[in-house]
């Protein structure tokens, strides 16, 4: 069964996660079918953490910064983000059974 966390528009992925702040480090970690977790090293201060998250999600997916639009959960832990057209998927992504489009 393919979790609902993700899911493809067109060549663009929308996905849900839910932010653990001032982790250790930057990971993809556990999900559920309404999100996967995301753990990163920035505080949850001034949007620092919507920054870093984007950052850590455009490297993962190869994207521009600009390429990944926060469509809700701006000032929440559980977001929803639009990728536009990854060049990549990350393990977490892949694993669960994402087809890649291209």
């Known amino acids: 069964m393919i979790p609902v966390f993700f899911k493809w528009q067109g060549n663009d992925l929308i996905i849900s996660v839910r932010v653990q702040p001032r982790a250790a480090n930057d990971a993809f970690a556990e999900y559920n079918d309404e999100y996967i977790k995301v753990r990163i090293t920035a505080p949850p201060i ?41 060049k990549a998927l990350p393990e977490a992504i892949a694993q669960h059974g994402a087809p890649f489009n291209t």
């Open 46 to 86: 001034n949007g620092k953490a919507n920054a870093h998250l984007i950052a850590f999600l455009s490297k993962a997916f190869k994207v521009a910064k600009s390429g990944i639009l926060l469509l809700s959960g701006e000032t929440g832990r559980n977001k929803r983000l639009l990728i536009q057209q990854p």
